[in-house]
């Protein structure tokens, strides 16, 4: 399974982006799949979480309400649409592909290379 993310960029604070994460790899429906961001000098953390078939969602506490994950299988595709976004939120984000339903990176078997959002204040 290889995985490209897209659709990073500079926006505002306040604004919007939507991020794709695309699979050129067969079986993708039956991966789940998380978006995770890393920001300069700290720790990649979990963002959220869509399951494959069933479209199960989980979000860090910090985005609900906020970003929305969703999948079009037919197009292996997950996005994630971000809305009124921070400075804080300036990060490389990344998506990645697991058999398993879970938040932690280890758990994820395949990523893409990340796409960078810039969040200017």
């Known amino acids: 399974v290889q995985l490209q993310a897209s659709g990073g960029g500079l926006v505002q604070a306040g604004g919007s982006l939507r991020l794709s994460c695309t699979s050129s790899?067969?079986?993708?429906?039956?991966?789940?799949v998380g978006w995770f961001r890393q920001a300069p000098g700290k720790e990649r953390e979990f963002i959220a979480l869509?399951?494959?078939?069933?479209?199960?969602?989980y979000y860090t506490d910090s985005v609900k309400g906020r970003f929305t994950i969703s999948r079009d299988n037919a197009k292996n595709t997950v996005y994630l649409e971000m809305n009124n976004l921070i400075p804080a939120e300036t990060a490389v984000y990344y998506c990645?592909?697991?058999?398993?339903?879970?938040?932690?990176?280890?758990?994820?078997?395949?990523w893409g290379q990340g796409t960078l959002v810039t969040v200017s204040s």
């Open positions: 990645a592909a697991g058999r398993l339903w879970s938040v932690y990176r280890r758990d994820y078997d395949y």
């Open positions: 790899g067969q079986a993708f429906s039956t991966y789940a």
């Open positions: 869509i399951s494959g078939v069933d479209k199960s969602t």
